[in-house]
């Protein structure tokens, strides 16, 4: 493959996966610029050091990418949430409310109302219930659900055996069921 063909093929991979991406990060950030900046640094880090890798490599290669710049910004938020707990408490300051960019998506020309504010009512559920997974539950269920990587890709994203991913898949299949028991699929 030449360099332009190959080129051509990351651009298309990388257009590809940057919506889903953004997802996984802000569900895990909760912050827009964070999960953009998460997103791009993965990107970025793939071009740099993987281009020359197969096409077939490219999927789990990016993924463990950004799951291990989201374990690392996670780390990063930790220690400084220690240090601003006592600021804030010091300066009397609140964080407000983020904009969600998967509220301001544009919905499917000619879909119906009802169905979408039930559609609308689903996804914010879901993305609640997603938050309150634990981690690698989290991680476990969006690489599985939404990016359908195998177990095996999602064992070598995660850092972690194939069983490993299984229980985590299964667990948190089986609290979402649980907890969103009254929403239509």
């Given at each position: ?10 651009d298309?991979?990388l257009?590809?996966v940057?919506?889903r991406?953004?997802c996984?990060?802000?569900i ?12 791009q ?15 077939a490599e490219?999927?789990?290669l ?19 949430n220690?240090?601003r ?9 609140d964080e ?7 509220e ?8 119906n ?5 039930s ?12 938050q ?10 969006l ?8 177990v095996?890709e999602?064992a ?6 194939t069983?490993s ?8 299949v089986h609290?979402?069921r649980e907890?969103?028991?009254g929403?239509?699929?």
């Open positions: 493959m030449s360099s332009t063909d190959r080129s051509q093929a990351l298309l991979f257009s590809g940057e919506r991406a953004f996984i990060a802000h895990t950030t909760r912050d827009r610029d964070e999960a953009l900046d998460l997103v640094d993965a990107m970025l880090k793939l071009v740099q050091n993987y281009r020359s890798r197969g096409e490219w999927k789990p990016f993924y463990r990418i950004l799951q291990r710049r989201i374990q690392d910004w996670r780390r990063r938020t930790w220690v400084r220690r240090w707990v006592w600021y804030d408490k010091a300066t009397g300051e407000g409310e983020r904009e969600d960019p998967i301001r998506a544009a919905d499917p020309a000619g879909a109302p009802a169905d979408q504010v559609n609308k009512r689903g996804v914010k559920a879901l993305q609640g219930e997603l309150k997974l634990p981690f690698r539950q989290r991680q476990a269920f690489l599985r659900a939404w990016e359908d990587l195998s095996d999602t070598r994203t995660m850092g972690c055996s069983g991913v299984k229980t985590h898949y299964s667990r948190a609290v979402l907890r969103l028991k929403y239509k699929p």
